[in-house]
């Protein structure tokens, strides 16, 4: 029988928790070094093993709802999401799928390219002459109403407003690994109280939408019309839930890496030139952002690629062997958990050529370095569960680096932002820059 992975040093009882917490990618970054690309540390008393590298990539998503289960490592986000989407098991998940997929169909891009393009010139247009922001801050509140406009329509803002995210907000705040979800803990019962509003605040929308179904284009309308695969139509508490899941999976994700890519960008003066000189030929002043636009904005969207390589939000991705498994010369054993690293794989010499530099032209014909094996970069996942979102994200991206550069001259203030982790992903710590309308 193969042996299993070796183990990190670690404490009593502890094992080494209190190093993953405090920063998990040295933990990651250690155990590659001295043990090689499969090993194990432990969370407490639960043994995690770790794999790195494309092949490695390439069994942990090829085996996801297989051997390996997406849904049970990720339990404490139930609580807070609902028995949804990749938080469902497989069978639960077939069944809701296509719901889940039905807005990211390739002809409804254009729509939300225009409500990209909208949102974010109204952002830019409230910043004035000249000033100050942290662009960590910003991404999460110009994301949002994005979000809040494509996921439930024009009117979703004046209707729930701000109320909704803090709603969400406070959901995200309850989150915790070791305390049960259904113990009645003060942030527990304001997380079940903050569901309890959401649903009051979202029933009648959907309410009213299923009565004049003709009147709404949105992610939400798609929840409300697409039938399940076995045909039946999703009650409230599924679409809900689904709104939620999809919240989480599509907000602080997109923020982080937007952020990145500006910051990254403006540390780069070389790079920004090649940016603001393409800009001037694709798009002048009052150009409507389509697909063939953002198609020949390339230094853009090899600056977008290249933070999800280099500043992945789902900088570790996790699952739960649902069997003893065999991965190269080692068994890991049922019931470990097992972890990729998008962070540290990404940063794989073998695979990428000085990869600690900030380089998108690694991307450019003539040396795409990302298609020398399929699962080298993994930042949106892969697999069934890979990420619904990518495009409508890297639009995203995309919409707001090309626009903010088109219309701003920007300095950053704060150089070398660390890193912080919200509900899941990680993101830039605040980030100062300073603005003048051009
Ligand atoms: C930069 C932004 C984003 C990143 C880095 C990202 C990353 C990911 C990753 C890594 C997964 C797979 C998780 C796993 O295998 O454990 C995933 C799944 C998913 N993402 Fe994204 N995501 C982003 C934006 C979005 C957006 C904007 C949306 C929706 C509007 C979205 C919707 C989803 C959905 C629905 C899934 C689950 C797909 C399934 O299980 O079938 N994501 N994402």
């Known amino acids: 029988m193969k042996p299993t ?23 990651i970054q250690r155990g590659l070094d001295e043990l090689g690309p499969v090993f194990a540390f432990k969370i407490g008393p639960k043994p995690v093993a770790v794999l790195i590298g494309p092949d490695y990539q390439q069994f942990f998503f090829m085996e996801t709802d297989k051997k390996l289960s997406i849904d049970k490592p990720y339990r404490s986000l139930e609580a807070l999401f609902g028995e ?79 109320e909704f995210w803090d709603l969400y ?19 527990n019962i304001r997380r079940d109280r903050a569901k309890r509003r959401m649903r009051q605040l979202l029933e009648p929308i959907i309410a009213e939408r299923r009565q004049n179904p003709g009147q709404y284009d949105d992610f939400l309308q798609d929840f409300i019309e697409t039938p399940s695969r076995s045909g039946s139509q999703a009650d409230d508490e599924t679409i809900i839930s689904l709104l939620r899941a999809l919240m989480f999976a599509s907000h602080e994700t997109t923020a982080g890496q937007a952020a990145w890519t500006i910051i990254e960008i403006l540390r780069h003066p070389d790079y920004e030139a090649l940016v603001r ?15 063939t636009v953002l198609r020949n904005l390339e230094h853009v969207a090899w600056a977008v690629r290249e933070i999800e390589r280099l500043h992945p939000s789902a ?124």
């Open 84 to 162: 949804v989407a990749f938080l469902a098991g497989p069978e639960v998940y077939q069944e809701q799928r296509p719901i889940l997929h039905s807005p990211f169909q390739r002809e409804k891009m254009l729509k939300y390219m225009n409500i990209m393009q909208c949102e974010v010139q109204a952002w830019l247009d409230s910043l004035g002459p000249e000033g100050e922001m942290d662009i960590s801050a910003e991404m999460g509140r110009l994301v949002q109403n994005v979000a809040g406009n494509a996921l439930m329509g024009q009117n979703f803002q004046s209707q729930v407003g701000r």
């Open 277 to 291: 000189q393409e800009l001037e030929v694709i798009l002048p002043p009052r150009t409507a952002i389509d697909g």
């Open 315 to 438: 900088d570790i991705l996790m699952r739960l062997a649902e069997e003893d498994i065999e991965v190269g010369d080692f068994r890991v054993p049922k019931d470990w958990l097992v972890l990729i690293s998008p962070m540290i794989a990404h940063r794989l010499p073998e695979w990428f050529d000085e990869p600690e530099r900030f380089d998108p032209q690694r991307f450019a014909p003539g040396r795409e370095e990302d298609r020398r094996h399929r699962f080298s970069m993994v930042g949106f996942g892969g697999g069934v569960h890979k990420c619904a979102g990518m495009n409508f994200a890297n639009n995203e991206m995309m919409t707001i680096t090309a626009l903010l550069f088109q219309q701003f001259e920007l300095e950053l203030l704060t150089p070398n932002p660390g890193l912080m982790f919200g509900l899941g992903a990680a993101r830039p710590e605040p980030t100062r820059i300073h603005y003048r309308r051009i």
């Open 5 to 27: 992975p070796s183990f990190l040093p670690g404490a009593p009882l502890l094992g080494n928790a209190l190093e993953f917490n405090n920063n998990r990618h040295a933990l």
């Open 169 to 187: 907000a406070d959901l995200g705040k309850s989150l915790n690994m070791v305390i049960p979800p259904n113990w009645p803990t003060p942030k």
